[in-house]
């Protein structure tokens, strides 16, 4: 698909997206610098960990392409850094392992999606933007206020509180939210909530889905009545608590 003919994401003041390419390899960084100014986004590039620290402080991107494997600090550690200032902070990987495992680890490790080396430039663009749409920075429309039971989530603002406390979730953690929100009292299977969130599954390895649905129970239910419920065999349903 031509990038042209894509409708063009932007952040929602309107200025441009901005992504920060983080590789080792700077004929890499390149290429994939100029495909994503391409699309209109404004990029910076680090080549080891600590500069991708430091740059993620100083430009605050609205996205992270992150290579796991880096000179100085590796990737996982990079994203811990940069999520303690920036929790929200949507990130990819880059990784050169093909096996499944070592995928599922990049996500354990708090990672949004990943994208195996070698690569098309296409793919990882096409995969940004999913991620950018996920996490609301590109996403248009009005507002919408979902709400089960004491639990409200706000699509514009993306806003999440359970009564009055505020919960701060990560992207993916957002979407899946968002996702079990809107089936309410619906049990929905690990298959479905693949598709759904990470329009992809990773090769039958569903305990992504259960990974994901810890990190949500532990901020919704934590010391509280349990909205999130497993239906074993069945998969997982969200609904008002009492």
């Known amino acids: 698909m031509d990038a042209m003919r894509r409708p063009e994401l932007r952040r929602p003041d309107g200025a441009p997206v901005r992504v920060l390419v983080v590789d080792d390899e700077p004929t890499l960084a390149e290429l994939v610098t100029i495909a994503l100014r391409y699309e209109g986004w404004e990029v910076r590039s680090a080549g080891d960990g600590g500069s991708a620290v430091r740059a993620a402080r100083e ?16 990737g996982t550690e990079v994203l811990r850094r940069v999520r303690a200032e920036a929790a929200e902070m949507p990130v990819l990987f880059l990784t050169a392992k ?121 901020k919704i239910d934590a010391g509280r009545s349990p909205m999130i419920h497993t239906m074993r065999g069945a998969g997982y349903v969200l609904k008002p608590a009492g």
Request: charge should be negative; proline fraction near 3%; hydrophobic fraction near 40%.
């Open 59 to 74: 430009f605050r991107p609205d996205v992270v392409v992150l290579d796991v494997m880096l000179p100085d600090l590796d």
């Open 98 to 218: 093909d096996a499944v495992e070592d995928r599922i680890t990049g996500l354990a490790a708090g990672g949004d999606d990943y994208v195996t080396k070698p690569f098309s430039v296409e793919e990882l663009v096409l995969r940004l933007r999913a991620l950018l749409r996920r996490s609301g920075i590109a996403e248009a429309g009005g507002r919408r206020l979902l709400a089960v039971g004491d639990l409200t989530l706000d699509e514009d603002t993306r806003e999440v509180r359970r009564g009055d406390v505020e919960i701060t979730l990560t992207a993916t953690e957002f979407e899946l939210l968002r996702y079990l929100m809107r089936n309410p009292r619906r049990v929905l299977s690990k298959a479905q909530i693949l598709d759904r969130v990470w329009h992809y599954d990773f090769g039958g390895q569903a305990n992504i889905v259960e990974l994901y649905i810890s990190y949500l129970r532990k």
